[in-house]
C-alpha cells in the first residue's frame, strides 16, 4: 500500500463547477496535511493546509480531513481554466513530507 | 521576502559525470529538503538538512549526497550520472524541521538531462 494516494486521473470539470480531490493517507500518526497546485513545467506551489478534523476553507478552495477514515479532500468552487493543473496531496509523516502522485485536472471553459 | 532559489535552472550532463545543485532557502528558513520529480515516479523524498545535520534520507543510491552550510545554503550531488538520474530536482526550504507544522514552499527547480 502507497503511504498516499491519490484519486486517478485526469478530472476534466466544466467552468463553474466544483471539483473534489481526494487522498489517502496509510499512517495513522500523521498529524499535518497539504495540497500543492503544480502548472505544467512549474514547481509546486502550496495552496492549503489543515491540521484538524473537519473543514477549512480559503476563498474557493475548501480542504476537508476526516482523521479516523485517513482521508483529505480538496473542493475547488467554481472551477476555472486557471486552476488546470496537478493537485499533489502531501502528508506529514514521521518527520518527513510524502507526497502522492497527483491528480491532474483540467477545467474545460 | 525573496522565494527559494535554484541553480542552474537547467543542466545538461553526460554519463558518468557528477554534478552539484544549489539552493537558497527563503530568509530565515533553516530547513531545506531536496525531492527528485520524474513523470513515472513522481515527487521523491531525497534528503533533508536542518542546522548543517542531515536529519532524514530518503531510498536513493549513496551517489546522491548533500550538504547544508552554515547560511542554510544547500547543495545537492550525484556522481556517476546515469541516464535514469534525468529529471526535475526541486528544493524545498521550511521555518522548522520534522513536527506537525513543516509547510514547505518549493524553488523553481533544476531540471537535469544526461546523456
Known amino acids: 500500500q502507497k503511504e498516499v494516494e491519490q484519486n486517478s486521473g485526469p478530472l476534466s470539470v466544466p467552468e463553474g463547477a466544483i471539483a473534489s480531490l481526494n487522498c489517502t493517507y496509510s499512517?495513522?500518526?500523521?498529524?499535518?496535511f497539504f495540497w500543492y497546485r503544480q502548472y505544467s513545467g512549474k514547481s509546486p506551489e502550496l495552496i492549503m493546509f489543515?491540521?484538524?478534523?473537519g473543514d477549512k476553507e480559503d476563498g474557493r478552495f475548501t480542504a476537508q480531513l476526516n482523521k479516523a477514515s485517513q482521508y483529505v479532500s480538496l473542493l475547488i468552487r467554481d472551477s476555472q481554466p486557471s486552476d488546470s493543473a496537478t493537485y499533489l496531496c502531501?502528508?506529514?509523516?514521521?518527520?518527513?513530507?510524502?507526497f502522492g502522485e497527483g491528480t491532474q485536472l483540467t477545467v474545460n471553459p | 521576502k525573496a522565494g527559494v532559489t535554484q541553480t542552474p535552472r537547467y543542466l545538461i550532463k553526460t554519463r558518468g559525470q557528477q554534478v552539484t545543485l544549489s539552493c537558497s532557502p527563503i530568509?530565515?528558513?533553516?530547513?531545506v529538503s531536496w525531492y527528485q520529480q520524474t513523470p513515472g515516479q513522481g515527487l521523491q523524498f531525497l534528503f533533508e538538512y536542518f542546522s548543517e545535520t542531515q536529519r532524514n534520507k530518503g531510498n536513493f543510491p549513496g551517489r546522491f549526497s548533500g550538504r547544508q552550510f552554515s547560511n542554510s545554503r544547500s547543495e545537492m550531488n550525484v556522481s556517476t550520472l546515469e541516464l535514469g538520474d534525468s529529471a526535475l530536482y526541486l528544493c524545498a526550504s521550511s521555518f522548522m524541521t520534522g513536527g506537525s507544522y513543516n509547510e514547505q514552499f518549493f524553488g523553481p527547480g533544476t531540471r537535469l538531462t544526461v546523456l
Open positions: 530568509s530565515g528558513h533553516r530547513s
Open positions: 489543515i491540521y484538524s478534523n
Open positions: 499512517d495513522r500518526g500523521s498529524q499535518s
Open positions: 502531501a502528508v506529514i509523516s514521521g518527520s518527513r513530507l510524502t
